[in-house]
């Protein structure tokens, strides 16, 4: 918590929390005796219209999340454009966010990284979009849920293959915390092998693709779009002429899709 986070929460006529009796423990360590309210991912229509009607009449609102910062894979985001569609200004409070934190430790690319929050929690569809990642070239990072973590860590390594990079950043700012980079086939051994790291708040950043990689991904993607309105061999060679990548190879992709 920074000094000024402490201040806003203390002057504000209400606080807008994600869980009510989670942040109750913060304020009283913090001395703070403005009213709650509840605000999440469930809340009707009728409690954002009330809270913007609150604002409307003059009144501040501090929106909370559990941990981290608001609307980065938390809470808020129709609260905050309910706001703005009213003329209401939103003032943003800087503080932790895992996904940030993660990545000034990880050690990999930070030029350029793409942020994709939780991926699907069943399996098929999780390595779906893995594979729809592979050829990316950006660091990437992801939240995971700490009883899915290691299920995720094997299905990056089936799809990335087990060479990959990616650190594992556990509990950020807890006690616990715990910052781990290696090759994601050992990674997911060690996690695996000591059961504690299937616990708590978990992040998980990802190498990105080499170049060539990434320009193979870029091929893929253009040829599904024209495969879906010519045939196969002219739609290889029409994403070939665009994106540079070998028409046989192309060709190839086409039919391994076909087969599968």
């Avoid at 229509?45 to 913007?52: E, K, P, R, W």
């Avoid at 799809?159 to 994601?184: S, Y």
């Avoid at 708590?200 to 879906?228: N, P, Q, Y």
Wanted: charged share 25%; with cysteine; proline share 4%.
């Amino acid at each position: 918590m920074v000094p000024r986070a402490v201040e806003v929460l203390q002057s504000v006529d209400v606080i807008a929390a994600e869980d009510t009796r989670h942040s109750k423990r913060l304020m009283q360590h913090f001395n703070i005796s403005t009213p709650l309210v509840a605000y999440h991912d469930h809340t009707g229509a009728n409690i954002i219209d009330a809270l913007v009607e609150k604002l409307s009449n003059g009144q501040s609102i501090a929106l909370i999340s559990d941990a981290g910062t608001p609307l980065i894979s938390d809470p808020g985001y129709r609260l905050v454009d309910a706001a703005l569609s009213a003329d209401i200004q939103v003032v943003p409070v800087p503080g932790a966010s895992a996904a940030i934190a993660a990545l000034s430790a990880a050690g990999l690319p930070s030029d350029r990284f793409v942020f994709e929050g939780f991926l699907n929690a069943k399996q098929q569809a999780r390595c779906k979009q893995l594979e729809a990642l592979k050829g990316e070239t950006a660091t990437l990072i992801f939240y995971e849920a700490p009883h899915r973590v290691l299920a995720c860590l094997r299905d990056m390594s089936e799809v990335l293959g087990d060479d990959r990079q990616v650190v594992m950043a556990r509990e950020l700012t807890k006690t616990f915390e715990t910052i781990k980079r290696a090759p994601v086939a050992e990674l997911a051994d060690w996690v695996e092998a000591d059961h504690n790291q299937q616990k708590g708040e978990c992040v998980l950043l990802v190498h990105g693709a080499d170049k060539t990689d990434g320009s193979d991904s870029e091929g893929h993607r253009v040829f599904d779009i024209l495969v879906a309105e010519l045939p196969l061999k002219q739609a290889a060679a029409l994403a070939a002429k665009i994106t540079g990548v070998k028409k046989n190879q192309l060709y190839q992709y086409g039919l391994d899709q076909q087969k599968d």
